[in-house]
């Protein structure tokens, strides 16, 4: 079992930035990627971002690519999400996924992870 608390949402203005932190605990040493989704109000849930252990490959969707950034402390087991130059459309709960999968193919795909976070809101304005 992995359990996953994200933290670091809140409100920002257009072009702002924020960092939400993901912190892992329980078998994370069996982990073979985590990663970052949203989901929007009405909207299906979507990749953002994911990083590989051990050898720490990243990802990332076109929509943040350039803007969002994924990196991890090891000693701290925790997963970050630095995200700049934010906009309207990125306003959605961003939730934070661990898979303790062998040969994870995609590391962008919901269905490879199985374990979630809560979620945690991030409202950028106009």
């Known amino acids: 079992q992995v359990q996953l608390a994200e ?16 912190a892992a605990s329980g078998r994370t040493f069996s982990r ?6 949203r989901q929007a109000p009405g909207k299906q849930r979507e990749s953002v971002a994911s990083i590989r252990w ?3 490959a990243t990802y990332y969707s ?5 803007r969002f950034t994924i990196s991890r402390d090891n000693a701290k087991n925790t997963v970050y999400l630095q995200m700049n130059s934010l906009k309207p459309e990125d306003t959605a709960v961003y939730y934070c ?12 795909d919901p269905s490879e992870y199985n374990y979630w976070g809560q979620g945690t809101q991030v409202t950028v304005s106009s």
């Open 7 to 22: 933290s670091g949402g809140g409100l920002v203005q257009a072009g702002g930035s924020l960092r939400l932190s993901c």
């Open 32 to 37: 073979s990627a985590m990663g970052w989704f």
């Open 54 to 56: 051990p050898s720490g």
């Open 62 to 66: 076109d929509s943040v690519k350039g």
């Open 97 to 108: 996924a661990a898979t303790l999968r062998i040969g994870v193919v995609a590391p962008l």
